[in-house]
């Protein structure tokens, strides 16, 4: 069911686009998209917040339904991995799940990660995946390049889901954007000499956040996933050349 629901947020809705994003090759065995930004920030800062993404990765693209329960070790070998928090009301000894979106297979801190994996839906199918993240330094900032190139066998229509999967990094890269570009909290004034800082009244204890959604906590959501799952899938996979009808 966690693949209908990703495969639904997958085909489903508009969403902001970065400066570039484009399916830049395809072909009855594979696909490539390629997603650009630019953000007034180092290549290093660049780095720090595009190897944490748990801090700006969309929900509606993950298992769990939380992009907080996202991690990436930015080391050979490292896992960009997903926690499966233990569903509402099972046993407190019951161990977390999760998956392993992606592993880290070349790494150059503050200029290039690459990284192999099937994404989300793509991982059902006898696909390989190799997403290369580069950062290069600009006169502003620092110019961010995704190429995800995906080959192989899968039952879905090519002409389809690379531009799903395009609509999907693009949207990733831009709240990377987003996340990088957002002004840092203020920082309280210091009191002027001489003078007492008036009382505050006290404030009432905020309340607890909710726990991260289970997967498949949100039927609702779910159920919306589903249909457009479906909906979606009514011409996928695509028919074989020369296949012969079920008897």
Request: proline share 11%; net charge positive; with cysteine.
């Given at each position: 069911?966690?693949?209908?629901?990703?495969?639904?947020?997958?085909?489903?809705?508009?969403?902001?686009?970065?400066?570039?994003?484009e399916?830049?090759?395809?072909s009855?065995?594979?696909?490539?998209?390629?997603?650009?930004?630019?953000?007034?920030?180092?290549?290093?800062?660049?780095?720090?917040?595009?190897?944490?993404?748990?801090?700006?990765?969309?929900?509606a693209?993950?298992?769990?339904?939380?992009?907080?329960?996202?991690?990436?070790?930015?080391?050979?070998?490292?896992?960009?991995?997903?926690?499966?928090?233990p569903?509402?009301?099972?046993?407190?000894?019951?161990?977390?799940?999760?998956?392993?979106?992606?592993?880290?297979?070349?790494?150059?801190?503050?200029?290039?990660?690459?990284?192999?994996?099937?994404?989300?839906?793509?991982?059902?199918?006898?696909?390989?995946?190799?997403?290369?993240?580069?950062?290069?330094?600009?006169?502003?900032?620092?110019?961010?390049?995704?190429?995800?190139?995906?080959?192989?066998?899968?039952?879905?229509?090519?002409?389809?889901?690379?531009?799903?999967?395009?609509?999907?990094?693009?949207?990733?890269?831009?709240?990377?954007?987003?996340?990088?570009?957002?002004?840092?909290?203020?920082?309280?004034?210091?009191?002027?000499?001489?003078?007492a800082?008036?009382?505050?009244?006290?404030k009432?204890?905020?309340?607890?956040?909710?726990?991260?959604?289970?997967?498949?906590?949100?039927?609702?959501?779910?159920?919306?996933?589903?249909?457009?799952?479906?909906?979606?899938?009514?011409?996928?996979?695509?028919?074989?050349?020369?296949?012969?009808?079920?008897?």
């Amino acid at each position: 069911m966690r693949n209908k629901v990703l495969v639904g947020a997958l085909l489903a809705g508009a969403i902001t686009m970065p400066a570039s994003a484009e399916v830049t090759a395809q072909s009855d065995v594979g696909f490539v998209v390629r997603e650009v930004a630019d953000v007034s920030a180092t290549p290093a800062e660049t780095w720090r917040a595009m190897t944490a993404p748990g801090a700006w990765w969309s929900s509606a693209h993950t298992f769990s339904g939380s992009g907080t329960n996202l991690s990436l070790s930015p080391t050979v070998g490292g896992c960009f991995c997903e926690r499966f928090p233990p569903p509402k009301g099972t046993p407190a000894t019951q161990p977390a799940g999760g998956v392993q979106h992606m592993r880290v297979i070349y790494v150059e801190p503050n200029r290039v990660l690459r990284l192999s994996g099937a994404l989300g839906p793509l991982q059902s199918e006898a696909l390989t995946g190799t997403l290369t993240m580069a950062l290069r330094a600009t006169d502003t900032g620092t110019h961010i390049t995704w190429e995800y190139v995906v080959g192989g066998y899968m039952r879905y229509k090519v002409d389809q889901i690379a531009p799903a999967v395009d609509r999907m990094l693009a949207e990733q890269i831009s709240l990377l954007a987003a996340h990088i570009a957002k002004p840092a909290a203020p920082v309280p004034a210091a009191p002027k000499p001489g003078k007492a800082t008036p009382a505050q009244p006290a404030k009432a204890p905020s309340p607890a956040a909710p726990p991260a959604t289970a997967p498949g906590g949100d039927e609702a959501a779910n159920d919306a996933a589903r249909a457009a799952f479906d909906a979606a899938l009514k011409k996928a996979p695509a028919k074989r050349p020369g296949a012969q009808p079920r008897r």
